[in-house]
């Protein structure tokens, strides 16, 4: 047989060769923009949660796989030109971009006070999320970065928890910025701060909006103690 014989039988059809690999179908390009500052997070170490997909993908369509890279902007994903291939990449990785992207953003004097003492606030709605019906066991990290709350998961979180945790901590945050309001605006909050335990809200709301958006110093910025003003966290 000549050189050439093998590339001749390559482009042969595919019921004549007999062969079990698929024919080219071509490809179809995905982005999905992301901050650079949840890559991390969301690819795993070594770039865990990538392989996976590409592993997951493998299974449910054999013989084709994906290519994923990252150019600091947006993540492009090559997809093969198929039936559900696309929905499958958008339904999984695209759904863990978009939520892994979602900031929370409240008022910047509240930030202090929501975070608590020493990230006390946060780490308690983290604890919640992980006693959900839907979450049980879920791994997450609630922070503050960059004028928003944020939440972070382990890679190999399934898209509904974190749908599901995203949404309870955006409602336990909003109902906690909402409190804090009604309580500054209430018509005797001037006349009563002092012995109702919030003569420190004025100083602190203007510590707190004129720190930078770390949660260090966001923390660092508030004078919070967990002493029962708060309604209660879980669900």
């Not at 949660?49 to 592993?55: H, I, M, N, T």
């Not at 990230?119 to 983290?126: E, F, K, P, Q, S």
């Not at 409602?171 to 909402?178: K, V």
Request: proline share 5%; net charge negative.
């Amino acid at each position: 047989m000549d050189a050439n014989a093998f590339y001749t039988l390559a482009d042969m059809p595919y019921d004549v060769l007999g062969a079990r690999q698929p024919r080219p179908v071509g490809l179809t390009t995905l982005k999905f923009p992301c901050d650079a500052a949840v890559v991390g997070a969301l690819v795993g170490r070594k770039w865990s949660r990538v392989k996976g997909l590409s592993s997951d993908f493998r299974g449910a369509f054999p013989g084709y796989d994906i290519d994923v890279t990252y150019d600091g902007e947006c993540f492009t994903v090559l997809v093969p030109n198929m039936e559900g291939a696309t929905a499958f990449i958008e339904d999984s990785f695209g759904e863990e971009v978009a939520i892994a992207n979602h900031g929370i953003e409240v008022r910047p004097e509240f930030v202090g006070r929501l975070i608590g003492r020493g990230g006390h606030n946060l780490r308690t709605i983290a604890a919640c999320i992980a006693q959900l019906d839907e979450c049980k066991g879920c791994a997450s990290t609630v922070y503050h970065e960059d004028g928003r709350f944020w939440i972070r998961f382990s890679p190999s979180t399934p898209v509904q928890q974190r749908k599901v945790a995203l949404e309870f901590v955006e409602t336990r945050l909003y109902e906690h910025a909402d409190y804090l309001e009604e309580q500054l605006t209430e018509p005797d909050t001037a006349t009563s701060e002092t012995s109702s335990g919030w003569s420190s809200t004025s100083s602190e709301a203007q510590s707190v909006a004129s720190s930078t958006s770390s949660e260090a110093q966001s923390v660092a910025s508030s004078e919070f103690t967990d002493d029962g003003d708060w309604p209660e966290l879980c669900a």
